[in-house]
């Protein structure tokens, strides 16, 4: 069976093998992207994410150029698909000369793509925890409060750019260095807010486990004579000729009580 | 047509304040440019109105509803007596369906508003137990009805002026009321006579409580029982407020300083 030579058949046996290959990984990676793509979208939105994130400034944003957070992600996704599969394509199609500058891409695209998601979730996760704290504050009516919610924030999305920052390779350790001293400035600045707050809360603890006065009991705590009016985690309140005495728990651990009996 | 609207418009003329009744913000939005003074009565501010009564439980009956706002308005120096009140509120479930016209006098205060903001013990507390108390009327136990005290507030004293009946099951126990497995035990315990002693905060401090205060000068409707007199009589002595369900006639009452304050039926919530 001699073969015809058409100009379609020449044409095929002129292309080497190996470009062929090169094409079908390419068209392999489109549609691998795609259905990435998709699959992400589905989870995503059946995990819930867009319920979660709704209202977030991000999101917001994202809205304002028809698209949303979820589609960015799935999209982002796909994009780093087809990267690499253009990539594989390349390097399988022997394109030589451009050997050296493709292989450092090839290294450094997977850690972009991270940083690129810790960066989008960071400020994510950061708009929605500051939505949460205006939201808790709301009741509270402090212009000084005010600092609290975009301070969350700003916090979060410090440490995500931070991680992001660290994926592709930028020196960080200034940056780390400044993010401990921050962190510990927070947690000294807390503990010396709230210690008598967390040692009244221990004792509290105790008093309502334990109870060694209940309501209605006459006692002395603290140098104040009078009728248990209420326990709770913080304080106890006593009641004397129509004086409350509102005694810290950790005081009344401290000074001791006497219970009084006719 | 033109009589209904003249109507309407007698209704509404030189009115000094207008009480909205949990508005929609929308219809709220209505009033903002009016010269007339807007007073919002809900249970939440959900419409970030300046002038705001809140409203601790959703009466149906509208005229407690009504008498509560008006009462609410007076205590903040909103309204005063004499002045023409116009009312728009829900008598039917949905949307505002009716403009009411009351003059503000003293004969409107019933003290159901000073039973809510003005007693010892919180707000959402004394409302809890009456919800608690309204749900004992409306089932009974086990079908039959069933006869309940409650005394909220002033705790430490109203246990120095009682006694245990029996053992005291809320002892050593942190349940309040309104947390949902309350409800159980709660009826349960009105089994026995006595009364629940409610804390300012709306802790449990006792079950089965026999009080005993002074009963001389309690005036409350003859033909009330023990357990109405006694509740009446706690209040005199002490700061707190009772909340009585009443096992024959199956009526909620409240008193407050030895007087009966507040009547509610059960069955209409």
Redesign the interface.
């Known amino acids: 069976m001699s073969a015809v030579p058409t100009p379609l058949s020449e044409f095929v046996a002129a292309v080497p093998d190996r470009l062929w290959l090169a094409l079908f990984v390419l068209l392999f990676g489109l549609v691998a992207a795609y259905v990435v793509g998709v699959i992400n979208r589905r989870l995503l939105t059946r995990a819930g994410v867009p319920e979660v994130i709704e209202g977030t400034a991000f999101e917001r944003t994202a809205r304002e150029f028809d698209t949303s957070t979820v589609r960015i992600l799935a999209k982002l996704s796909s994009y780093f698909i087809i990267a690499v599969a253009v990539i594989v394509a390349l390097t399988v199609a022997d394109v030589n000369y451009l050997e050296q500058f493709w292989s450092g891409v090839a290294a450094f695209l997977p850690r972009l793509f991270v940083a690129v998601v810790v960066l989008i979730v960071g400020v994510v996760v950061g708009d929605k925890a500051e939505l949460l704290v205006a939201e808790r504050l709301r009741g509270i009516k402090l212009p000084e409060l005010g600092v609290l919610p975009p301070l969350v924030k700003y916090s979060v999305v410090y440490v995500a750019a931070l991680i992001a920052l660290g994926q592709v390779g930028v020196q960080t350790l200034a940056l780390v260095v400044l993010l401990g001293a921050y962190a510990l400035a927070v947690v000294l600045f807390a503990a010396l807010a709230t210690k008598d707050l967390v040692a009244s809360a221990a004792a509290g603890v105790f008093l309502?486990l334990r109870?060694p006065y209940?309501?209605?009991d006459?006692v002395r705590v603290a140098g104040e004579r009078g009728?248990?009016?209420?326990v709770?985690l913080f304080v106890t309140?006593i009641?004397a000729d129509g004086e409350e005495h509102v005694v810290p728990n950790h005081s009344v651990f401290r000074d001791g009580i006497v219970l009084i009996r006719e | 047509m033109a009589s209904l609207t003249d109507h309407l418009s007698d209704l509404v003329e030189d009115a000094d304040a207008v009480l909205v009744f949990s508005p929609t913000s929308s219809f709220h939005d209505r009033f903002e440019d009016g010269d007339t003074e807007v007073v919002v009565v809900a249970p939440d501010n959900d419409v970030d109105a300046e002038v705001f009564v809140e409203l601790p439980l959703p009466f149906d009956n509208v005229k407690d509803r009504i008498r509560f706002g008006i009462e609410g308005a007076m205590d903040a120096e909103l309204v005063s007596e004499g002045d023409e009140v116009v009312c728009i509120a829900s008598v039917f479930d949905g949307g505002s369906d009716a403009v009411i016209r009351v003059t503000v006098d003293e004969t409107v205060h019933t003290g159901i508003y000073d039973l809510f903001v003005n007693s010892r013990a919180e707000p959402s507390v004394i409302r809890d137990v009456f919800e608690v108390a309204i749900e004992l009327g409306q089932k009974g136990q086990k079908g039959k009805p069933v006869g309940a005290l409650f005394v909220v507030g002033d705790a430490g004293k109203v246990m120095n002026k009682s006694r245990p009946l029996s053992y005291n099951p809320f002892e050593k126990s942190h349940v309040h009321v309104g947390d949902p497995i309350v409800n159980v035990m709660l009826k349960e315990f009105s089994r026995l006579d006595g009364a629940f002693v409610v804390s300012d905060s709306g802790k449990i401090v006792s079950a089965y409580r026999y009080l005993e205060p002074g009963a001389e000068g309690v005036d409350i409707p003859k033909g009330l029982g023990a357990r109405h007199m006694s509740g009446a009589a706690i209040t005199r002595d002490t700061n707190s407020t009772s909340i009585v369900l009443s096992e024959s006639d199956g009526l909620v009452r409240a008193f407050k300083a030895g007087e009966l304050v507040l009547e509610i039926d059960p069955e209409e919530y």
Not at chain 1, 227 to 230: K, P, R
């Open positions: 309502l109870q209940v309501i209605g006459e009728i248990v009016q209420e709770d309140r009641e």
